[in-house]
């Protein structure tokens, strides 16, 4: 009980650090007229962020009974040296959620949800507050590899909240890029930039939470250009800022797209290939755009 009450008392007082950084940021932003907050734009980064706390609150007991349950009765083996296993469960896990986020790129009917972290236009601590408001509905079913290697339920949402934390501080443009070694192995604000940015370049780019050696090794990493200005937000912007309009108009488009593709084989492509594909061909993938892109003389 005491060391659950110190993980919450930890989670807390980071949480807390977040806010009162963010505060900060958005001081010196209106002092020195930076324009990288907007009114507007920061009240639903809020609004999204209760909302995704919510669906996160709702699905909590489920999420922990049934990684409790698969480590109980399938777990495969225990890690008993402490450190090793905070170690490979932190690893486990940031890897684990480069491929939750890189289906949720990859994959529209996924990518209608995720869409919503990208929606904003602006880009600063708040905007890591902007959640995929129904990502906890299926998150659970890419960690439950952790339950199987070992790991109990407790410690996996631990895990999860600490580099959630991490994956905040990153939203700013406040810092520009840090150390070489550091850019090399770790997620940092010029990482995370690009992958805010709408540019082509930049699109589906740096997928990582804390490491951004999975991107490296996969084949998903983009290096900051300086030379190239970032536009933040989407490469089509929905029409309404509202959130609930946020929240919902790409699963809209995505079913007024399903329900008018001919023959079940479309729909399910619809559903399950990448953003920007079409029955037609007249779609362009991210890949498709930076290939042409790259083509160019």
Known sequence: MNELLDKNLSIVTLFGFVVILTLVEMYFSYAHDKKVYHGRDTLTNVYLMVAAFVVNLTMKTATFFLLDYCYEHYRLFEISNVWLYWIVLILAQDLLYWMLHTTGHY????????????????????????????????RVFFYLPLA??????????????????????????AIGK???????????????????ASNIRYLDKNMGMVLILWDR?????????????????????????????IIF?????????????????NKLKYLF???????????????????ELMDQP
């Open 178 to 196: 840090l150390h070489p070694w550091i850019e090399y192995i770790f997620v940092t604000p010029s990482h995370h930039r690009v992958h805010h």
């Open 148 to 173: 199987f290697m070992g790991f109990n339920a407790f410690d996996i949402l631990f895990a999860y909240l600490i580099t959630q934390i991490y994956g905040n501080l990153v939203h700013t443009q």
């Open 107 to 138: 994959v529209r009917l996924f990518w209608a949800m995720h869409v919503t972290h990208h929606s904003s236009e602006f880009f600063n601590l708040t905007t890591g507050f902007r959640s995929t408001v129904f990502e906890p509905l299926y």
């Open 273 to 291: 290939n990448p953003p920007g594909w079409n029955h037609d061909g007249t779609g362009k993938t991210s890949k498709a755009l930076q290939k």
């Open 249 to 265: 108009h790409e699963l809209f488009a995505l079913s007024n797209d399903v329900k008018k593709a001919p023959g079940w084989k």
């Open 217 to 245: 090794w996969f084949g998903t990493f983009q290096e900051e250009i300086p030379e190239e200005e970032i536009h933040y937000g989407l490469t089509s912007q929905p029409e309404g800022h509202g959130a609930v309009n």
